[in-house]
């Protein structure tokens, strides 16, 4: 299968959103629902006081993580998503959203949780690149970075497998291990800034 060579364009996640009321299934599939449920669980019974969501689609996974942040910040390229995100949560004063193409558009804020969930894959490596310098700078110590990511073949400018690879290999901070696993078409792996 042919890769894209560059970071997808926000127009790509637009169509996508705008073109189907549940694009990849989030809201419907079953696998989706158990992927959120692991992110979750993965997490333990840690509670932050400050949250990144990069790519929080129409905000299901940012509903779950709503619970363990203190303050919740979630993005995502497409105005659509985010409308439907803004209402999924619209009872909860404590999460607000941006639109923004992370990594070339990101906060300037300092975060103990940071969650890329099915985002990395979808960077070329200037913007993994770019993501890691990002995530030196704003991830707290002692902060955990989420990342689970579909491991099976698409066109994106990364597998899943990859995407993981190259940000670790991108990170000069010490990133300690906290759980990484892998489950049928996904992988997760949550790291926790030691330095």
Known sequence: MKRH?????????????????????????????????DSIAALGSRNYASGFEVGCAKG?????????????????????????????????????????????TAPSGQFELIVLSEVAYYWDDMDIGRAAEWLEAHLLVGGDLLLVHFTEDTDY?????????????????AMTVVTAYRRPRYRLDLWRRAL
């Open 60 to 104: 299901m996974l940012t509903l779950k993580l709503s619970a363990l942040c203190k303050a919740l910040l979630s993005i995502d390229v497409s105005e659509t998503a985010l409308a439907a995100a803004k209402q999924r949560t619209a009872h909860l004063d404590h999460v607000t959203f941006e639109q923004m193409a992370f990594p070339r």
């Open 5 to 37: 060579r560059t970071t997808l364009d926000p127009d790509y996640f637009e169509r996508m959103f705008s073109g189907t009321s549940d694009p990849w299934d989030l809201e419907s599939s079953s696998y989706e629902q158990a992927k959120f449920e």
């Open 157 to 173: 400018p990364q597998s899943g497998d990859d995407a993981v690879a190259k940000l670790s290999g991108s990170l000069t901070n």
